[in-house]
């Protein structure tokens, strides 16, 4: 079974600077990799996707991550934080299984942004 | 698009009545999601369909909980009879094969 671990609870930059946020995942084979992002009162927003191919890829907002098979992990990047980026965001592995597919999400990190 | 559309926004029940979810997916997807948020257990998967059919309702809760598609525009999550522990904000979300989802906005339950 697969599973996707974010170590940072929350994490604070100020407007301008780079930011990254690190997720783990465990999977046997290579798996399907998201990032969502959740603003206050909000359903799950899909900023980016790894399925195969280039380990590097962009999202909206100017995000992007990068897939490293041999560290399990798929780091979301943003090289300027802007203050509407303060929210929570979630890593999700996903593989197929018996008849379907399965999601499943990591516990999140909140991204405060200081002026 | 209007997206994944979900009701009622807010529902607020006593504990013991029956409480009905909703979700319209998107028009061409084939999977549809129901997931629970709460801040102790975050986001739960509880039980989803492939091209109307249930696929894995193994996060499911309880005998208390079930779920329904009747057709490829509509599904219902339902608990009866509900209870406090059931609060939490629900939310419905569709794909097309797995190549991402759109979430609904959410269903905020509170049960007192």
């Known amino acids: 079974a697969q599973s996707v671990t974010q170590p940072d609870i929350h994490i604070t930059v100020s407007e301008g600077a780079s930011l990254e946020l690190r997720c783990n995942y465990s999977?046997?084979?290579?798996?399907?990799l998201f990032w969502y992002v959740q603003s206050p009162g909000q359903g799950l927003q899909l900023l980016l996707k790894y399925f195969s191919g280039d380990t590097l890829v962009q999202g909206i907002k100017g995000f992007e991550a990068e897939f490293k098979r041999s560290q399990s992990s798929f780091n979301l990047r943003k090289p300027s934080v802007h203050w509407s980026d303060a929210a929570e965001y979630f890593c999700?592995?996903?593989?197929?299984?018996?008849?379907?597919?399965?999601?499943?999400f990591g516990a999140g990190t909140r991204l405060f942004v200081k002026a | 698009d209007a997206g994944v559309i979900q009701s009622p926004r807010h529902e607020v029940t006593e504990m013991g009545q029956e409480v009905t979810l909703r979700c319209k997916p998107i028009s061409g997807h084939d999977y549809l999601f129901w997931y629970r948020q709460t801040m102790m257990r975050g986001l739960e998967l509880l039980i989803y369909?492939?091209?109307?059919?249930?696929?894995?309702d193994s996060g499911m809760p309880e005998d208390r909980f079930s779920a329904k598609m009747p057709n490829a525009s509509f599904s219902t999550l339902k608990i009866q009879p509900s209870e406090p522990r059931d609060s939490a904000v629900y939310f419905c979300?569709?794909?097309?094969?797995?190549?991402?989802?759109?979430f609904g906005s959410g269903t905020r339950l509170t049960v007192v």
């Open positions: 979300a569709s794909s097309w094969q797995a190549l991402g989802y759109t």
């Open positions: 999977y046997g084979a290579t798996p399907y």
């Open positions: 369909f492939n091209n109307n059919v249930p696929i894995d």
């Open positions: 999700a592995v996903g593989a197929a299984n018996t008849g379907g597919f399965k999601t499943i």
